[in-house]
Nanobody, 120 residues
């Protein structure tokens, strides 16, 4: 069983910053990609940013230049630094870890989500 736990969400004014953290734990053999997704009310879940174990990074066009994803492979942790936040960034942010486990096939493990609210 793999657990993914996010932290760092909250309420911030437009133009402000927040830093999200996500840690994966359990019987993890390795983790390939880790990423952040978000889902706003009435919208589909979308990719925000993702990073592979080798450091390759992908950002949604809407956050390029404002958000930075980073990762600590030794701690199975991924971070999302969000600057210059806009009201349209308001959503529940979910962490995803693409894991390989010791006793079964690999799969994507999701966290419960953390709310980010940007007030204008």
């Amino acid at each position: 069983q793999v657990h993914v736990v996010e932290s760092g969400g909250g309420l911030v004014q437009a133009g402000g910053s927040l830093r999200l953290s996500c840690a994966a734990s359990g019987r993890i053999f390795s983790i390939n990609a880790m990423g952040w997704y978000r889902q706003a009310p009435g919208k589909q879940r979308e990719l925000v940013a993702a990073i592979t174990s080798g450091g390759a990074i992908n950002y949604a066009d809407s956050v390029k230049g404002r958000f930075t994803i980073s990762r600590d492979n030794a701690k199975n942790t991924v971070y999302l630094q969000m600057n210059s936040l806009k009201s349209e960034d308001t959503a529940v942010y979910y962490c995803m870890s693409s894991v390989r486990v010791y006793d079964g096939p690999g799969y994507n493990s999701w966290g419960q989500g953390t709310q980010v609210t940007v007030s204008s």
